[in-house]
């Protein structure tokens, strides 16, 4: 298996515009985590899916971020208006079983950038 | 609020320098404690779940211990190749996953 597929790698926008990451999770993982990593804040979890239905959202900082996944291979986080403060890493992860496994999978991460 | 830090922010070791990493954590109904490694530029890797005091877990080099108020991630006779980020975090029972910040562990050959 490929891994965690995240696309794009590297995004730069502009303060305003909507920014769109991309996830295809491992094939046969019923889990799916969506984090955002900065230095001032560390890791932190956003939103998590369990077979395509998202089960915690209280990471997620305000109504300016959503995530949908509309089947078992692919998720989106949005952010619509984007904003500089929303500078960060995005890791989308995946995992099998009940999530007190943690054994989950990292992408590689999306590095956003708004100016 | 459910809270976890970790110690040292940054750690130095001489290859073959055995040390511990340390992880407090305030999580009420402890579901699940876990290590994760991070390298720069990629996301981290899985390295144990720890579910109840007195549990330990090894792989290679490393072992994990946990305690009803703390872990230590034991580094054994460390090479260059174990230097990373060690992140621990929390999952308790009706909340959200908790990271710590994470030690920087470099290892000099």
């Known amino acids: 298996d490929a891994g965690v597929i995240q696309s794009p790698r590297h995004e730069v926008t502009e303060m305003g515009q909507e920014v769109t990451l991309r996830c295809k999770p491992i094939s046969g993982h019923d889990y799916l985590f969506w984090y955002r990593q900065t230095m001032m804040r560390g890791l932190e979890l956003l939103i998590y899916f369990n077979n395509n239905v998202p089960i915690d959202d209280s990471g997620m900082p305000e109504d300016r971020f959503s995530a949908k996944m509309p089947n078992a291979s692919f998720s989106t986080l949005k952010i619509q208006p984007s904003e500089p403060r929303d500078s960060a890493v995005y890791f989308c992860a995946s995992s099998f079983g009940p999530e007190s496994s943690y054994e989950q999978y990292f992408g590689p991460g999306t590095r956003l950038t708004v100016t | 609020e459910d809270q976890v830090t970790q110690s040292p922010e940054a750690l130095r070791l001489q290859e073959g320098e055995s040390s511990s990493l340390n992880c407090s954590y305030t999580v009420s109904g402890l579901r699940g404690l876990f290590w994760y490694r991070q390298d720069p530029g990629k996301g981290p890797e899985f390295l144990f779940t720890?579910?109840?005091a007195g549990e330990e877990k090894e792989k290679e080099r490393l072992k994990a211990t946990l305690t009803k108020k703390e872990s230590f991630l034991h580094i054994t006779a460390p090479k260059p190749e174990d230097s990373a980020t060690y992140l621990c975090?929390?999952?308790?029972?009706?909340?959200?996953?908790?990271f710590g910040p994470g030690t920087r562990l470099s290892v000099l050959p």
């Open positions: 720890l579910y109840s």
């Open positions: 975090a929390g999952h308790s029972y009706g909340q959200n996953f908790v």
